[in-house]
């Protein structure tokens, strides 16, 4: 971005800094700060408050669509990834019909283009979306008629990193608007045994890259909405991570997985951080032809500030989970959640991750081996 583009970083961090001044900026301001960039510095105040804009209604209802996985087909792939969508939207639509409207509808990680682990990187991208494109123009018909937002996961191709695959969040409004997309923050390295590693490129795999060109409030986006402040992660386990978007100001986090998570992860995100989570699996997908029907589905849930279950799936097959969320008494109360990181900065700064970042910067894996090959010697923790 630069002054040209209507908002610029440094301008967007000037006038965005705390609460009064977070409410003064427009909601185009902050929807075009989220697609083109963020700050250069962190919206962050170190006063237990936080950025946030003008909120649309004081309560809002939550969707989370527990919905099939089903690979694309390589060989018929306009059609297969066309009914992946046609099936989402088949859902937006039940999703607002008995039950009433949605103001979010929130899907897992690969519900347009599907998982399949033989994929290399080739056939990924190939199976991979852009962003905008005819499957976000399906799904933002959808969002335009019923005036609710839509958040959904994706493999997505970039442009700006053609060698690249991305698993991407993205953030759709009722408009019809991509409003941000959010990068998976990392992969966990060295979990498979070393020799079969995911080759999607996450933050962390191309860091300083990644600041250079979107600036460091984007390395944990928290995208400031009329609906609530929403962050979005795939990452599991990584507690700090999330413990870091409630500090930026995260209400709303909304967690995607594929093939299971522990339930004890997603609690805690609520209980320790004080906000809202909700995860969306897969469901039961008898129509993926490459794993069993009920692989690690089920499960989706929304979990209140203090780590109580709200509403959770009680079957593993396609459901939708809801909830409505008193966003505006939440906002009136909430603040940072409270922690004392004087104790223990000093052990944060010293320690070093298994593996470091930016290993992607100079070599793209092509496919699960490559990728176990190329990382075989990059730990940076003796064996």
Known sequence: MDENDGVSRRSLFAAGTGLAAGAALSWTDYAQ???????????????G??????????????????????PVELTNLKQTRRANVQHMVDLIDAANGFSGPKDIIFFHEFPITGYYHKWNINDARRAAIEIPGEETEMLARKAREYGCWLVFGSYVRDPDWPESLLSITTIMNGKGEVVDKHWKARNIKGFFGGDFELFTTTIYDVLDRYVEMYGADAVLPVTRTPIGNIATS???????????????????????????????????????NGVYTAVANNAASPENPYYFADAGGGGS????????????????FETLVTARIPIANFRTRNRQPIVHSELFMPVFEQYRSRYGPNLFSDYQPK?????GRYLRDKARWPK
């Open 33 to 47: 700060a989220a697609v083109k960039g963020g700050p250069d510095k962190l919206n962050f105040t170190p006063d």
């Open 49 to 70: 408050r936080y950025a946030t804009v003008p909120l649309a209604k004081d309560t809002i209802s939550l969707g989370v669509a527990q919905a099939r996985v089903v």
């Open 234 to 272: 795939s990452v599991q386990r990584e507690p700090e991570l999330f413990r870091a978007f409630a500090m930026k100001g995260a209400e709303i986090i909304l967690r995607t997985a594929t093939g299971g998570f522990n339930p004890i992860d997603m609690q805690a995100t609520s209980l320790y």
């Open 301 to 316: 849930a929304i979990y209140a500030p203090d780590g109580e279950v709200m509403k959770i799936a009680k079957t593993a």
């Open 367 to 371: 496919d699960t081996a490559d990728s």
